[in-house]
């Protein structure tokens, strides 16, 4: 997408209840959702603290957010500018053929979103090449929760965190040109050859025209086990309910034209995207998120998320959530996928710092008068 452990609005638990997330708690790591290109700089976190001191830390990747973006207080440090969203879930039982989660039976769960730019600026102007992400919170029974953090993308473009953070140091626009340095890119997709391929993957799947008819991804594998104890690797996505339309290749007028768009057509009617689960066979990469698995693997129509408000960020909304993916239900796993283990320690890190500091309104306004 896109965060950090957060306090979360009342009901919720930036931190699940002991007894139902013990056995996981040794999973809690580092997250990458982020972005695209070169000059795109997506959103690495990691909770657990496993990098030995001298090499990379949840510190060390907040202060490289803060050193690319600059410090905005009160403010996530990648995928900065968003709106918080609210809606439910409803199954249709299908997902229950592969995971036991009560997520997948049928019927209807409360859900917490938050749409968002990547990137550490809170104010920065939309474009389209910008990745988008989406996280969702969905509150089920008993205080199990289940959230997971998506982006546009078909592929993520590091397969391990120590790649993401090398391309973070390449991809650093020069002050003079806007641009990355062409040598230094050059030295860092021939020392990490699968981020070109990765990169070639996500040339063919252009950007649409906003939030509301973007794919939404989450690019790692995890493992889905159902009543009768079976267990497969499983990836997801939310496909638009609606009509898809291309990417506009000029800039539209307005600094937040993305969000405006976005803001105008929840207030006109809910927006809806289909939650699909693809169903990955023996042999298929479970710990590589830059290569997509083929084209021929079984999908899983597994429900129809509904998006039915959005809300200018605040205390009580998504502002304070953390859409940490490894925050899962009973019947979904981690794979074995590196970026997993990592991903929630500098959502930690990021969150503890901006938890410290000052609250600005955020930039994005949704009661301002939309032209």
Known sequence: MTDETAAAPPGDSADPPRKEWSRRSALLGLAAIGGAGTAGIGGLAYAGGRFPADRLTPARFADRFEQVYGKHAGFRRNHAKGVSAAGYFTADGAGTEVSRATVFAPGRTPVTGRFSLSGGLPDAPDTAPTVRGLGLLFHLPDGEQWRTAMINLPVFL?????????RMLAAR???ATGK??????AAFLAEYPETAKAMAVVKRHPPTSGFHDSTYNALNAFRCTNEAGDTVPVRWSLKPAGPVGAGSTTAPPGRDHLFDALIAKVAREPLRWRLVLTVGRPGDPTDDATLPWPGDRRTIDAGTLTIDSVQTEAAGNARDVNFDPLILPDGIAASDDPLLSARSAVYSQSFTRRAGEPKTPSPVDV???RR
Not at 158 to 166: I, L, S, V
Not at 180 to 185: F, G, L, R, V
């Open 367 to 369: 009661t301002k008068e």
């Open 180 to 185: 990355p340095d062409p040598e230094k890119m």
């Open 158 to 166: 590091d397969r391990t965190p120590q790649g993401f953070y090398a």
């Open 173 to 175: 626009p020069l002050p």
